[in-house]
C-alpha cells in the first residue's frame, strides 16, 4: 500500500467490489485451512498465552494517518496468537466454537448492517428473530400469546426480564418516578445465581442486598423448601418479595434447579418466576435431556443463550415472556424520531422492549443455520454434548486418581486430582491450572465450590472425543 495515496484513491479502494472479493476470497481460505488444522494431531496448541502487557505493547504502532498493513497481512497473527476454540482440546468456559456457517452469516449481517433497533432499519433480520421466538416459545409449549426478544448476551437478557418483572409486579410507575416511590422490593435469587442476576437487581437501583439468597444442597440445587425462608428473610428486611429467579442451569456446576417447585412456591406467592436459562435451556432441544427443563413453561420469563449451547457467535441471547404483553413493560421511553405510533405493541419495533437501540442482525445467525442444519441437528448437538459430560465423569470415576465434585447435569463437569501424598490438593490443582494455560495444549478454568479448588471444563465443542478427555487426566497427571 502506497502510503502517500490521497483519500479519493484510498475511498475508491475501500469500496471497490474486486479488492473485497480477492480480500474475502483470501480471507475464506486462510479460515478453512486454520479449521482443518484445529486438531491436536495437527497444532496441539489451543492457545498461546502472552503477559497482557506484553500483548499490548505487540499491538503499539501497528497503525496511523497512513495505510500499514492489509487485513490478509494481519490475519495469520491474529489468527496465531488468539484462542483456538474451534479445537477439540478447548473446553474451559461456556463459550462455543462458532458454527463456521453462523460466522458467514454474521459477516453477511455485518456487510448488511441493518441495525435492528426498528422494523425498517432491519426488516429481513426483525422478522427471522420473530421466527426463532415463536420455535422456541412452541418448544417450552407456550401458545400464541408469548413472545420476546433478542438482546446482546445474557447479561442484558437477565436485566431485561428482571426489569419487566419489577414493573409487571411492584405496582408503582417506578419507569415515570424512580425508585425511591416504591416500597423496597426484593427478588429471591439463588445463592449459586450467575452474577449478572445480582448485578441487574444493583443496577435496577435496589442495592445488591435486595436480591436475598436461597441456599442450595449438596448437589447445588438450589433448595425449594427454603424459599419460604428467603421470602421471610426479605419480609424482614422491610421489603416486599416480587420476583424468583432458578438457575437451569447453575454456571459453575451446570446444576438444574427443580422449576416445577419454583413455578408453584411463585405461584402461590404472587412472584413472577424469571428462569435463567443463559447455559441449560438448549436442553429443550433434546428428546433425552429435556426432563431437566421441566416446568419451564410456568416460568413468567426465561432467557435463552444461543451463544452457548447452539453453536452461535456471541452475542445471541433470547428473552421469553410467557405472556409477551409483559415484555413492552420493562422500557417506557418516548421517542417520537424513532416510533411513529405511540401503540407499544408493535412488535416489529424492538427498541421499545431493549436496553438498545441499535443491534446487529443477531437472529440472522441463527436462523440460517437452523435452515441450514434442521432444528433436530442442535438437538443431536445437546445430546452428545451432554453424553459426553456423563462419559467424562465415568472415566473420572473408574481412574482411582480424580474425582468430580458431583454428577454431571449438563455439560459442565468440575473435577480435581488426588494426587498420592499431596498435602495441599487446593494449592496443587491451582497451579495445575496455571500451568496448562501456560503449555496452551488445553484450556480449563478453575472453580471455587464446597470451600475446596476444582478444575472446570465446559464440554460444548462438539469436536472434543473422550480421547481428548483421557488425553487432558494424563497431561494434567504429568504437570502434577
Ligand atoms: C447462567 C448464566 N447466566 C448468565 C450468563 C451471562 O451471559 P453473557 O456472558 O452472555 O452475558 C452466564 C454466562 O456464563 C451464565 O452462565
Known amino acids: 500500500m502506497s502510503p502517500t495515496k490521497p483519500y479519493d484513491e484510498l475511498l475508491k479502494d475501500a469500496f471497490d467490489p474486486e479488492s473485497f472479493r480477492r480480500d474475502g476470497h483470501k480471507v475464506v481460505d486462510v479460515l478453512a485451512d486454520f479449521l482443518a488444522d484445529s486438531t491436536p494431531g495437527k497444532r496441539p496448541r489451543v492457545l498461546a ?24 497481512e494481519l490475519l495469520p497473527e491474529i489468527l496465531a496468537r488468539s484462542n483456538d476454540l474451534l479445537h477439540p482440546r478447548f473446553i474451559g468456559h461456556q463459550c462455543t466454537p462458532s458454527l463456521p456457517l453462523a460466522a458467514l452469516g454474521g459477516f453477511a449481517g455485518e456487510f448488511l448492517n441493518n441495525g435492528s433497533a426498528i422494523y425498517e432499519m432491519g426488516p429481513v433480520n426483525v422478522a427471522m428473530e420473530r421466527q426463532i421466538v415463536r420455535w422456541m416459545s412452541g418448544l417450552v409449549g407456550w401458545g400464541p400469546d408469548a413472545d420476546g426478544i433478542f438482546t446482546n448476551g445474557g447479561t442484558i437478557g437477565n436485566l431485561t426480564a428482571l426489569l419487566a418483572a419489577r414493573q409487571a409486579t411492584a405496582g408503582d410507575d417506578v419507569w415515570g418516578k424512580g425508585v425511591g416511590s416504591e416500597a423496597p422490593v426484593a427478588v429471591l435469587v439463588p445463592e449459586t445465581c450467575h452474577y449478572s442476576v445480582k448485578r ?71 412472584l413472577w418466576l424469571h428462569v435463567d436459562g443463559a447455559h441449560g435451556a438448549a436442553a429443550l432441544l433434546s428428546p433425552k435431556y429435556r426432563h431437566l427443563v421441566r416446568g419451564l413453561d410456568k416460568a413468567d420469563s426465561f432467557i435463552w443463550d444461543a451463544h452457548k449451547n447452539m453453536l452461535m457467535p456471541a452475542l445471541a441471547t433470547a428473552v421469553l415472556f410467557r405472556d409477551g404483553g409483559r415484555s413492552y413493560e420493562a422500557f417506557s421511553a418516548k421517542a417520537s424520531y424513532l416510533f411513529e405510533r405511540s401503540a407499544r405493541e408493535e412488535w416489529y419495533n424492538y427498541a421499545h422492549r431493549t436496553m438498545e437501540c441499535t443491534k446487529t442482525m443477531i437472529g440472522l445467525r441463527l436462523f440460517i443455520s437452523l435452515a441450514a442444519y434442521g432444528t433436530d441437528f442442535f438437538g443431536g448437538y445437546v445430546t452428545a454434548v451432554y453424553d459426553l459430560a456423563r462419559d467424562f465423569a465415568a472415566l ?36 495445575i491450572r496455571r500451568t496448562l494455560l501456560e503449555r496452551g495444549n488445553f484450556y480449563v478454568v478453575q472453580a471455587e465450590l464446597l470451600g475446596r479448588a476444582w478444575l472446570r471444563c465446559t464440554l460444548i465443542n462438539p469436536r472434543t472425543t473422550l480421547a481428548d478427555l483421557e488425553a487432558l487426566l494424563a497431561e494434567i497427571r504429568a504437570v502434577a
Not at 498465552?49 to 490478509?72: C, I, K, N, Q, T
Not at 428486611?237 to 416480587?242: A, D, H, I, L, S
Not at 474425582?403 to 491451582?430: H, M, W
Request: contains cysteine.
Open 200 to 270: 441487574a437487581v444493583a443496577v435496577m437501583g435496589l442495592g445488591e442486598v435486595a436480591a436475598v439468597p436461597v441456599t442450595s444442597d449438596a448437589r447445588f440445587h438450589t433448595r425449594p423448601e427454603c424459599l419460604e425462608r428467603a421470602f421471610d428473610e426479605a419480609i424482614r428486611q422491610g421489603r416486599r418479595p416480587v420476583a424468583l429467579v432458578a438457575n437451569a442451569c447453575s454456571t459453575a456446576t451446570g446444576s438444574f434447579d427443580d422449576l416445577e417447585a419454583f413455578a408453584a412456591f411463585a405461584q402461590t406467592r404472587g
Open 396 to 431: 473420572i470415576r473408574d481412574s482411582g486418581d480424580f474425582e468430580t465434585v458431583v454428577e454431571p447435569e449438563s455439560n459442565i463437569v468440575c473435577f480435581r486430582y488426588l494426587k498420592k501424598g499431596e498435602a495441599d490438593l487446593d494449592g496443587l490443582q491451582r497451579r
Open 49 to 72: 498465552y502472552e503477559d497482557p502487557e506484553d500483548m499490548l505493547a505487540s499491538w503499539a504502532d501497528r497503525f496511523g494517518a497512513v495505510p500499514a498493513a492489509p487485513f490478509p
